[in-house]
């Protein structure tokens, strides 16, 4: 357990010192951090002591330098960055998260009008298997691949309408899984 709290510590006290924090929990204390070290201190990941209800543990992602909520999320087991855009009605994936994914791109068909904040694009609609932010899970999550016109892929309402709720704070935005 010791050891358990020095992680705690030093990952937060990292995540603090760079301006942006995301934690979770885990049912059971489990310690259950699936990235490098390395890769844990570039995306600012800490781990929160777990609750002693039953609920599903609650997710934390700090707010960031610019204003804004970004995370790493796990999609189809693979590590993505991303934007959680309330505003955004689904997952939209750029090209190269959407293959970093598992997604073949050959196979997609762009018949689907969206519109980005360079204008209006086709799209391709894809169902991801599993989404996961900070430990707040989603299966089945339905999402876009957006050629042309994103920046970074943004997580959006089709991923977190699927969460038990979910609310922003000066600091962060809370996920409830």
Same mark, same amino acid.
């Given at each position: ?38 890769? =844990? +201190?570039?995306?600012?990941?800490? !781990?929160?002591? %777990?609750?002693? *209800?039953? /609920?599903?543990?609650? #997710?934390? $992602? ?61 799209? =391709? +609609?894809?169902?991801?298997?599993? !989404?996961?932010? %900070?430990?707040? *899970?989603? /299966?089945?999550?339905? #999402?876009? $691949? ?32």
């Amino acid at each position: 357990m010791a050891n358990s709290v020095g992680v705690v510590a030093t990952a937060t006290i990292c995540a603090v010192l760079v301006g942006e924090v995301v934690m979770h929990t885990k049912a059971l204390g489990h310690l259950n951090i699936q990235w490098t070290p390395a890769e =844990a +201190a570039q995306a600012n990941l800490a !781990v929160a002591p %777990a609750s002693k *209800d039953a /609920s599903p543990p609650s #997710a934390y $992602v700090g707010k960031g330098k610019d204003g804004h909520y970004w995370a790493w999320a796990e999609v189809d087991g693979h590590p993505v960055r991303v934007l959680i855009d309330t505003g955004a009605s689904a997952v939209a994936l750029t090209p190269e998260d959407a293959r970093r994914a598992g997604v073949d791109l050959e196979l997609l068909v762009y018949n689907r009008d969206v519109n980005t904040a360079q204008g209006i694009t086709h799209a =391709a +609609a894809v169902t991801l298997g599993h !989404v996961s932010v %900070a430990g707040a *899970d989603v /299966s089945g999550v339905e #999402a876009l $691949v957006v050629p042309k016109g994103l920046s970074s892929s943004l997580l959006g309402m089709s991923y977190l309408g699927r969460l038990e709720g979910f609310e922003a704070t000066r600091s962060g935005l809370i996920l409830h899984p």
